[in-house]
């Protein structure tokens, strides 16, 4: 039987709709993702049998569904019932949050910092926190769906293990992105401010 409701449109194991199953959780993919590891070991050379490599596939395994958690998040969750009311309106800036992800191009790793500035609009977050650019992109518009500032700035530094390992293999080189929504976008003089302050 066919149904468009119970919020399986967007499951990816589901793709007809069809609602007589349960997806399986992250953790039930565990022994195909090991599967996968295993075979690229050999493909590699290795033997995975060997003592070193004997349960490697596993925790590589493990090590990436945990690398890669943040598909299973929604704002509510990254956000944990920290957004209060306030009457604030002034610049808010939070700078140097750590991040890491995967690149989506390599699957190697990259990671930096990202600085958010928010002009509040009677609520503030009290913080937490996958290509970079993204990334930035996704990060504005959570605090935009979070709090409903008039104007929201993302700048995110990251180092990418892609380019430090291969490519044009600079160890320092870093890549900087950035994101201006609302009165950030609008207004040069806010948007002034804040770059200057998460310098």
Known sequence: KRSVSSGHEK????FDLELDHKPPTREDIIPELAASYRSLLKDLGEDPNRDGLRKTPVRAAKAMLYFTKGYDQTIEDVMNDAVFDEDHDDLVIVKDIEMFSICEHHL????????????PNKKVIIWL?????RLTKQI??????????TGVGVVVEGIHMCMVMRGVQKINAKTTTSTMLGVFRDDPKTREEFLTLVK
């Open 11 to 14: 499951c990816p194991f589901h």
């Open 108 to 119: 190697v790793p990259f990671w930096g910092k990202v600085s958010v500035g928010y002009l």
């Open 129 to 133: 926190f996958t290509v970079q650019e």
């Open 140 to 149: 504005a518009l959570a605090v935009v769906e979070a709090i409903q500032p």
